[in-house]
């Protein structure tokens, strides 16, 4: 039975394809928005800070997901969203009544989305389309809706490469770039991991740059109009789709972000000219959204060099933050050799207890050694946030952020793991600032964090890791049993690296 279940799940997999022909009407970023409230808003702050861009960090979850919901309230023109995750669930669903509420205002809004993550999703996604100022598309998707893992079984090559980006521009002035999807376990619910994140909202020059990005993805082959994949919806589609909102914000989880939105001034000090932000050269570095249709040594479309670009040369510091660090060969040996002239290179990742993706860990695991010997500090995230460990209760901490400093003078924020999946098979964005104050925040919140949150890596005497939790020395994986740290060790014997 389990063979004729596979054996049918694969040709039902391998009768779907894409539609040969699609109609895709080119669109692009509004550009005369000077007039709407958030660019007069911005635009003495722009006059008095000319060809830079003004910077905020998004550390704390709600406050994200507040900034994302206020300002699709405040959009007057346009709102341009691009993510790989959109989750069914409470900051989802608020996030898209806010996104039509937006629309019924006249506001257009462009929502892209990655269809790995949209199962069940269907008939909203439909619903959404359906109103006159929505539209809604999928990159790179799957052609049957109900029979994924028969296509993903014919179709591997194509449905492994991904769309990571994560952007969320309203009308052209303010942009918010970083590491989170929208789901609750980025957003500080109540879900049984809460992810340690971080984005940047921006306004100034880097927007136009982010803009582009985002046309150039909403414009591609690989992004089809969902009306070309998923049947029309029904009369009473937006009815049911709207009546669910209504039931989901009488929630106990609703109504605490609905605190959220009342008690975050971020918008409110945007709008009123107040909201600190540090102004700083910065630009927008992604990947070409044809890399996922050629091959991954392509690297001329590849976000990486350009990055490399981006960042230039690193004399004294490197603090790297990765939740998924898989640096293969030639990464650990570029790390080893920016040790090896001087650069202090400092490395937080997941621990095995905290990751959420452990044949990650896996592909990590086994460089952890070299590093150490060639001079990289190792830090580790463990499961337990702080708040759970003082006063009980809450969700295990698992690090999502992807950040990194250079000699505490430029930043990177975005979406970009340093893995293979990253650089040779997903597409990816980020922002790289020119901050001097941005880079030394990120490396005093590591100074003080580390201590406190993670596990510092060591090689004892006899060659063997450890774990230093404060006082306590920790000689095998910290909160990981036994079968997780073998099917670990098995895992990592697996020529699977270029997936990771």
């Known amino acids: 039975m389990p063979r004729l279940l596979c054996g049918l799940l694969f040709l039902l997999g391998a009768c779907t394809s894409l539609p040969d022909t699609v109609p895709r009407e080119h669109s692009s970023a ?17 006059a008095a800070h000319a060809g830079t861009t003004g910077i905020h960090a998004l550390g704390d979850g709600r406050d994200a997901f507040a900034a994302r919901v206020l300002l699709a309230r405040a959009a007057e023109r346009s709102l341009d969203v691009q993510y790989y995750i959109l989750r069914a669930d409470t900051t989802g669903g608020l996030f898209c009544e806010a996104l039509w509420q937006a629309a019924e205002r006249g506001v257009r809004v462009r929502l892209l989305l990655d269809d790995n993550s949209t199962r069940g999703l269907d008939d909203a996604l439909a619903a959404l389309d359906a109103h006159p100022n929505i539209e809604v598309r999928l990159f790179n998707p799957y052609a049957s809706r109900a029979f994924r893992l028969g296509e993903l079984a014919t179709d591997f ?17 303010v942009t918010i770039v970083g590491g989170r999807n929208v789901g609750d376990e980025y957003f500080g619910a109540d879900s049984p991991v809460e992810f340690m994140d971080l984005d940047v909202l921006a306004a100034g020059a880097v927007v136009r740059d982010v803009s582009a990005s985002f046309d150039a993805y909403w414009n591609s082959e690989s992004a089809y109009p969902v009306a070309a994949l998923i049947a029309p919806p029904d009369a009473e589609a937006a009815t049911r789709v709207r009546a669910a909102w209504a039931k989901l914000n009488e929630s106990p989880q609703a109504a605490r972000y609905a605190e959220a939105l009342r008690a975050t001034p971020l918008v409110r000090e945007l709008l009123a000219g107040n909201l600190s932000l540090d102004w700083a050269p910065a630009h927008v570095v992604a990947d070409d959204p044809a890399k996922v249709r050629h091959p991954p040594e392509r690297t001329d479309l590849h976000l990486l060099p350009r990055l490399e670009v981006a960042v230039g040369r690193i004399d004294r510091e490197l603090d790297l933050v990765s939740p998924y660090f898989v640096p293969t060969e030639q990464g650990t040996a570029g790390l080893v050799a920016l040790a090896a002239r001087g650069v202090k290179v400092r490395v937080l990742t997941n621990s095995l207890a905290a990751t959420d993706v452990a044949p990650v ?41 992807k950040t990194f400093s250079v000699d505490r003078h430029r930043v990177f924020v975005g979406s970009f793991n ?6 040779r098979l997903n597409t990816e964005m980020g922002v790289v600032v020119e901050s001097s104050l941005l880079a030394s925040r990120l490396a005093s919140a590591l100074d003080g964090g580390l201590p406190r949150d993670a596990y510092e890596l060591r090689l004892a005497g006899n060659g063997d890791l450890e774990w230093l939790e404060g006082n306590v020395t920790h000689t095998s994986e910290p909160g990981a049993g036994p079968f997780k740290r073998l099917w670990i060790g098995f895992l990592s014997l697996l020529p699977i690296e270029w997936l990771l």
Do not use: I
């Not at 550009?31 to 958030?38: C, I, K, N, S, V």
């Open 157 to 173: 090559s194509r449905l492994n490469r991904r769309m990571h980006n994560k952007s969320f521009t309203a009308d052209g002035q």
């Open 361 to 401: 860990h896996a592909g990590y695991a086994k460089y952890r050694e070299t590093l150490l010997r060639g001079g990289v500090r190792l830090y580790e995230l463990r499961r337990a946030a702080p708040e759970k460990d003082d006063k009980g209760g809450g969700s295990d901490a698992s690090l999502h952020a």
């Open 30 to 46: 509004l550009g005369d928005t000077a007039d709407t409230r958030l660019g007069r808003a911005l635009a003495p702050l722009l």
């Open 418 to 423: 340093f893995d293979p999946r990253s650089a």
